[in-house]
């Protein structure tokens, strides 16, 4: 028999259960450590406490709390326990109204936090776990604490200080001096609403960005927000030295190990060329790359095919040997198209059958299924060749981890007024989303899958080719100018773009 493994990360309701059990428990049964730390403020002895647990979004974490019973400070940190995600991710919010920085906001001690209307950037430090208005309290009475020593030492930093502190005050409702005397303490300032709530709000963006990929800032209802935006970037390799996942270049190893060139490696690692570098759609080819999670060299690997009723397309592979990461691609292998395309697929209630065609979606293409309200924007997943089971579980997969609220932490917002009312309906708002994208899934009911791709560049099989489908509608459409602007195709010029070699013709 194998032995179980203890869990060190059981979830928030399972302390609960098991602290309620064992009220009289000792040290070593206890869920949660207490130790005996010194206080930074009074320097008296004070107590911080460790819980090791589980929330959805960041998998693991572990939650620190300090109290002083002698001054009364308190201070919280949230810190991840768990992996580093594959990339980073930038989050963008556009904040239109004050009940925008109620939105839920968990940042890592590797974000960084921008508000470029405000000229303010708040950069990586302690973990927190909060919201848009508590991380901008928190940097206002950070900034107005030594405000009046300041004014006496050095009047210029402190006038700056002021200009900047203006504007957050204003956005938050406050007036000078409603920060003062709370500082590492629940204040009535954080925990009511403000009284000056009627002032005028100006709009601004708040955007994370933080390249281990354990933030996020919150959306409301679902991802299809329009003030609410999700980037994932590759690392640099600075960044990756900096997360600690990559050592540093060492001076000299870098002549030894590189290549001379592009050319060398791709006649030492495959001779598979045709007359005239005419690549045979049989071959797989390599390439030199750069991994994008730890920064080392690797090798891409490179398959030209056909789709039967479609064009021929480039699936790129990509292993890397130093730190294992894997990523597939797919690329167009053709022309930009004149016009672009809209399929829409019908599948009815219990049509399993749908869920196995083919499906190839661009990096250019967006999705949609109007009657559970997605929306996934052009570039979202990337380039994926699958089918619309494996495109359906990749969404969800993806969706799912940006759920921070369940279980027992979901009913957290009640008995908080209309603050904590309104996270606890958008807590079930998407609840009730992901549970519409289960039944998708399940083929419960009726519903549309519509592919837009401006470039014409996906594919959705038919399975009654060549005859039409009667469940597959098929329109081409011209790109309008902000779509040719956004692609790059406005600034495309692939005639007379050299004068110096024309007048030599």
């Known amino acids: 028999m194998t032995e179980q493994k203890e869990n060190l990360f059981p979830t928030i309701s399972d302390v609960a259960a098991h602290t309620d059990n064992v009220e009289d428990a000792d040290e070593d049964t206890k869920a949660i450590r207490e130790v005996e730390s010194l206080c930074m403020r009074c320097h008296e002895s004070g107590v911080t406490r460790f819980l090791l647990t589980t929330i959805p979004y960041f998998k693991e974490i572990v939650v620190s709390s300090f109290m002083c019973d002698n001054c009364g400070y308190r201070d919280t940190e949230v810190q991840p326990a768990g992996e580093i995600q594959p990339k980073g991710c930038a989050y963008t919010v556009h904040m239109r109204s004050r009940a925008d920085l109620d939105r839920q906001l968990v940042k890592s001690n590797w974000a960084t936090v921008t508000i470029p209307d405000f000229q303010l950037t708040i950069p990586p430090g302690r973990g927190q776990l909060t919201t848009v208005e508590g991380i901008m309290r928190d940097t206002v009475r950070d900034l107005a604490m030594e405000q009046p020593v300041r004014r006496i030492m050095d009047k210029e930093t402190a006038d700056k200080i002021d200009t900047l502190l203006a504007p957050l005050r204003d956005a938050l409702g406050m007036e000078e001096g409603d920060e003062d005397g709370e500082v590492g303490r629940d204040g009535p300032a954080v925990m009511h609403e403000s009284e000056h709530a009627d002032k005028p709000f100006k709009p601004f963006t708040i955007t994370v ?74 071959e797989v080819f390599s390439f030199p790359a750069t991994c994008s999670s730890c920064g080392h060299e690797l090798e891409t690997r490179m398959k030209q095919i056909n789709i039967p009723y479609f064009e021929e397309v480039i699936l790129m592979s990509s292993t890397c040997p130093t730190c294992g990461y894997k990523d597939n691609e797919v690329k167009s292998g053709g022309k930009i198209k004149p016009l672009g395309k809209k399929i829409t697929l019908k599948i009815e209630a219990g049509d399993e059958d749908a869920l196995s065609r083919d499906i190839l979606k661009s990096d250019s293409c967006g999705l949609e299924i109007p009657e559970i309200d997605l929306v996934l924007q052009p570039g979202t997943l990337g380039g994926r060749f699958t089918t619309v089971e494996g495109i359906l579980n990749e969404i969800y997969d993806e969706l799912s981890t940006k759920v921070f609220r369940t279980g027992d932490s979901a009913t957290a917002g009640h008995g908080q007024g209309a603050l904590g009312e309104a996270i606890v309906a958008g807590d079930r708002n998407f609840e009730q989303f992901l549970q519409g994208l289960k039944d998708v899934m399940a083929v419960a009911h009726d519903f549309t899958l519509i592919l837009d791709d401006p470039l014409s560049n996906s594919y959705l099989q038919n399975t009654n080719a060549p005859d039409p489908d009667p469940d597959m509608t098929i329109v081409e459409y011209e790109r309008t100018t902000e779509q040719n602007d956004d692609l790059g195709i406005s600034d495309m010029k692939v005639e007379g773009y050299n004068p110096e070699i024309k007048d030599k013709l």
């Open 209 to 282: 960005d933080d390249p281990s990929g354990n933030s996020f800032l919150a959306f409301k209802d679902s991802t299809n927000d329009p003030q609410w935006n999700l980037r994932a970037y590759n690392r640099t390799f600075e960044q990756n030295v900096q997360l600690g996942l990559v050592a540093p270049k060492e001076e000299g190893t870098e002549e030894t190990t590189k290549i001379a060139s592009a050319d060398e490696f791709y006649q030492r690692h495959r001779p598979n060329v045709v007359e005239h570098d005419v690549p045979v759609p049989e």
